[in-house]
């Protein structure tokens, strides 16, 4: 396993994270306990989660995947010290938390406590905003005007984040949170709050989630040269875009049990005709070099110039571990060389 800095914290995580939003819906608490352990015993530290999950998300289901970490952690209290645990506070848009109201400051501090209180554990070592109050160009609304940013009021948007950063702090100076990060945004809101933290002595945010995958490679190259120059660590969820790029959804398939046969908050938008021929082409090239499709995506993600560490999920040990042993892949020059043939024909599927 390798291990990189965690942006400016000063924290070694593995280069992979393990991704928990699977826990409580398709996962029971034995599943879980059973990665959590298996990814331990292959050397992750680095454990990532939300209040908004499982998903698809639900005002029944909300807020248990956290329980089931907070179980297993209640269980294995000597293992904390040795995990970097990261979850988020939800955006706006729901109306089982807090209303569908956007994220404020007593909205940082309540979750803080009730995501605490559901993990069983004293403090966070990450805490990031899942996603801004503003609408931002990420879960297909990438296309140009999809998102209007001339009708966004920059000053209302940097005051809450200068009262989000303020609340943050509270939670730094209480023990309760280390550090704190964003998730699905973009460079001008990283360096948004960049501006503020240094201007008000602050917390820096020092790492960002985004969407990136072979199908969705949008933030190479300007945020992440922006995550690179300043420091941050940038962290691609759904590197097999939704389990696209394993190839299981090719040709209409829809597996007992796999996420594409359950409602989703935003639809099957990577469900596309153009997104099943990239990946027909990917998972043959895969293939023809020995590889499953899901190992060539996910090796292929690990060696982009930036990325700090990958969040994976998986719902058995067998395809957590055929996963976990994507990133021991080397891909030499000639099959770096034909993925991007294949990525400069479909570079924006969906």
């Known amino acids: 396993m390798e291990y990189a800095k965690l942006g400016s914290s000063g924290i070694d995580v593995s280069n992979i994270c393990l991704g928990s939003m699977t826990w409580g819906v398709q ?40 329980r089931i970490i907070g179980n297993w952690l209640a269980r294995n209290k000597a293992q904390r010290q040795n995990l970097v645990l990261a979850t988020k506070i939800a955006g706006n848009g729901l109306p ?17 406590d009730d995501s605490l209180q559901r993990l069983q554990t004293d403090y966070i070592d990450l805490y990031q905003l899942h996603w801004p109050n503003r609408t931002s160009p990420h879960f297909a609304k990438h ?3 999809q998102v209007r940013f001339s009708e966004v009021s920059a000053a ?18 209480a023990g309760k949170v280390k550090h ?33 995958s072979l199908l969705h490679s949008k933030d190479w190259p300007y945020l992440i040269e922006n995550c690179i120059h300043e420091n941050i660590a940038y962290l691609p969820w759904s590197p097999l875009a939704g389990g696209a790029l394993s190839g299981k959804y090719l ?10 046969t359950m409602s989703q908050r935003n639809g099957l938008f990577r469900d596309s005709e153009q997104s099943m021929n990239a990946v027909a082409e990917y998972k043959t090239l895969a293939e023809k070099n ?12 690990k060696q982009v110039d930036g990325v700090t560490s990958t969040i ?18 080397t891909l030499d020059d000639v099959l770096l060389s034909e993925i991007d043939e294949i990525l400069k024909r479909f570079p924006a599927p969906f």
């Open 27 to 66: 996962n029971s608490q034995q599943d879980a306990d059973q990665q959590i352990e298996f990814a331990i015993d292959k050397g992750i530290n680095f454990i990532d989660t939300a209040e908004l999950y499982p998903v698809p998300p639900s005002g029944e289901k909300y807020g248990d995947t956290e």
């Open 96 to 112: 089982w938390i807090r209303n569908a109201e956007d994220i404020s400051g007593p909205a940082i501090i309540k979750s803080v």
């Open 143 to 145: 296309r140009p005007n």
């Open 156 to 173: 209302h948007e940097t005051a809450v984040m200068h009262e989000i950063l303020d609340a943050l702090q509270t939670c730094i100076d």
């Open 180 to 212: 704190c990060g964003l998730s699905d945004d973009t460079t001008w809101g990283i360096n948004q709050y960049l501006k503020l933290s240094e201007k008000y002595q602050l917390p820096k945010m020092v790492s960002i989630q985004n969407e990136f």
């Open 251 to 260: 040709n209409g398939a829809r597996p007992e049990g796999s996420r594409w």
């Open 290 to 301: 020995g590889y499953s499709a899901a190992q060539l995506a996910l090796a292929w993600c």
């Open 312 to 329: 994976i999920g998986a719902t058995s040990i067998k395809q957590l571990n055929e996963n976990i042993n994507a990133f021991e892949i």
